[in-house]
T-cell receptor, first 114, second 114 residues
Framework: GENVEQHPSTLSVQEGDSAVIKCTYS??????FPWYKQELGKRPQLIID?????GEKKDQRIAVTLNKTAKHFSLHITETQPEDSAVYFC?????????????FGKGTKLSVKP | DAGITQSPRYKITETGRQVTLMCHQT?????MFWYRQDLGHGLRLIYY???????DKGEVPDGYVVSRSKTENFPLTLESATRSQTSVYFC?????????????FGPGTRLLVL
């Protein structure tokens, strides 16, 4: 089945710097890759996603890139702010029979220091 | 986000007891999911459902039972709770098409098994 590896597990940056989180997946049939942000004590929420027919997608300060050949995708956050501090999860959609389900990475705890 | 709710939000139980966690969504979403979140493991899928009366196992289904008699409800039952089932449980739902739609998470249930 699908396996998603996420690195690093923790990341600390200074406010204003950029942050990059990387994920690799194993199933070449996966074609949907969302990123979720989870603030402390809160529920995960989708922040951006990308499909396999697109190489890059941006939304203000966040962007995601996808390399299908290498089977990896990355989240880029520019001009980081303290409110970006959270745990970020990547995921890949795994097709299992007629249905699919998301396989999540183990998360990256991002700390943005003022 | 208010469209998907979970109850109870906190639960303490003892080993061997049966526990049912409730999930309710008001969007008429076809797909519903149960995840558990443990430190170091990220989000792991327990069970999911594509529609009423259709359920399927996820990554970690052992010790859990689900049912979906109505589209809006997806209860998760721990038949005989064990300490290893101490976790935070999230319910999620997604739109009427395939699971590629955004998954919306409930607020979570913190379960402690003594």
């Amino acid at each position: 089945g699908e396996n998603v590896e996420q690195h690093p597990s923790t990341l600390s940056v200074q406010e204003g710097d950029s942050a990059v989180i990387k994920c690799t997946y194993s199933d070449s049939a996966s074609n949907y890759f969302p990123w979720y942000k989870q603030e402390l004590g809160k529920r995960p929420q989708l922040i951006i996603d990308i499909r396999s027919n697109v190489g890059e997608k941006k939304d203000q300060r966040i962007a995601v890139t996808l390399n299908k050949t290498a089977k990896h995708f990355s989240l880029h956050i520019t001009e980081t702010q303290p409110e970006d501090s959270a745990v970020y999860f990547c995921a890949a959609l795994n097709y299992g029979g007629s249905q699919g389900n998301l396989i999540f990475g183990k998360g990256t705890k991002l700390s943005v220091k003022p | 986000d208010a469209g998907i709710t979970q109850s109870p939000r906190y639960k303490i139980t003892e080993t061997g007891r049966q526990v049912t966690l409730m999930c309710h969504q008001t969007w008429s979403h076809s797909y519903m999911f149960w995840y558990r979140q443990d430190l170091g493991h990220g989000l792991r899928l327990i069970y999911y459902s594509a529609a009423a009366d259709i359920t399927d196992k996820g990554e970690v289904p052992d010790g859990y039972v689900v049912s979906r008699s109505k589209t809006e409800n997806f209860p998760l039952t721990l038949e005989s709770a064990t300490r290893s089932q101490t976790s935070v449980y999230f319910c999620a739902s997604s739109g009427t098409s395939a699971p590629q739609e955004t998954q919306y998470f409930g607020p979570g249930t913190r379960l402690l098994v003594l």
